[in-house]
């Protein structure tokens, strides 16, 4: 087989290596300077186009389940106005995490391919690992979508309960714990976690 495909790739690599005929240098450095702000454009209006809570939802899975749970919440709705989307807590901001983020995000395409949490059923028996992975994300991250909003530094530790205030004090500032550590079920719905360790 090598041997049919070897005369086609040595023809393709002497074409690029031959100096163009009917073009000029400076022609081929502008078009390839052109095509590459298109590309970026399109490759950043795509990125973008997809960070939006109307993409998020635009399948049942996320609308019929988790986006009906976040409905129901302090960050959907409070007394400030403020409200977080979906891409405020599963996507980073910084733009090398958001593509590296993105990119694990691809592997939800293939279960919206295959099925894997198309009913309401096969959402629920898949809840536990499809946390478990989010978690496991955050804390890896040290919750990083959290610190996007909350940050420690301008917490008013007097206006929470004093539980509070010690296990922030206690725990932010060593860095042994990160948000997710205690926070699990704070937009969504936790799945069962009968038999599972907590802590």
């Not at 087989?1 to 074409?15: C, D, E, L, N």
């Amino acid at each position: 087989m090598w041997a049919r495909i070897k005369p086609w790739v040595a023809t393709f690599w002497r074409i690029l290596r031959k100096p163009s005929v009917h073009y000029s240098l400076g022609f081929l450095t502008l078009g390839g300077f052109i095509a590459g702000v298109v590309f970026w454009g399109a490759f950043n209006t795509a990125l973008e186009a997809t960070n939006t809570e109307a993409f998020c939802t635009g399948c049942h899975e996320m609308r019929d389940n988790v986006f009906q749970e976040l409905k129901t919440t302090i960050h959907y709705s409070n007394r400030s106005g403020v409200r977080a989307t979906c891409p405020d807590c599963h996507v980073p901001h910084n733009w090398t995490d958001k593509i590296a983020r993105k990119m694990q995000a691809s592997k939800e395409v293939w279960g919206k391919i295959f099925g894997t949490v198309n009913t309401r059923e096969k959402f629920l028996d898949h809840r536990l690992v499809l946390a478990e992975h989010e978690w496991a994300r955050l804390k890896a991250n040290d919750s990083l979508e959290c610190r996007n909003c909350h940050n420690y530094a301008s917490m008013d530790l007097t206006r929470q309960s004093t539980r509070a205030a010690q296990i922030h004090q206690r725990w932010l500032v060593t860095g042994e714990k990160t948000c997710i550590d205690c926070h699990k079920g704070i937009a969504h719905h936790l799945p069962d976690m009968t038999g599972i360790p907590q802590g």
